[in-house]
């Protein structure tokens, strides 16, 4: 049941991204683009997100555990260091060149667009070279697997 659950949820993902136009890099870099061709279309994409987030935040805390687990996993730490700075710079930067942000580019992978496929593995490379920086293996298996 669980994996139904997930299958639907990357669907719907999907489909949103698709039907919002975010799998066209064009129309993410217009976002950036305030002096020219500004689109803002990703601004209510992501007020859209932000408002369906927020009233779904408010039906799951009112559950003692999810539907599929014992427990919340939250993480503990709200320590804001240079590494959750840096990382988040990089990762808004490669969001800007690329016009792809990596949850928008998985379903792009259907376009068939090289791109895509580019953006992807300049992901995985920069997640394994994190994972070797800070000593952890490159491959571990998750608890939730």
Known sequence: MRLIFVFVTGLVFGLGIAISGMMNPAKVLNFFDLAGTWDPSLAFVMGGALVVTFAGYRLVWRRDAPLFASLFQIPTSKVIDTKLIGGSALFGIGWGIAGFCP?????????GRWEVLLFLGAVAVGLALARILQGQPLFSRSANA
């Open 103 to 111: 949850g928008a580019a998985i379903p792009a992978i259907g376009t």
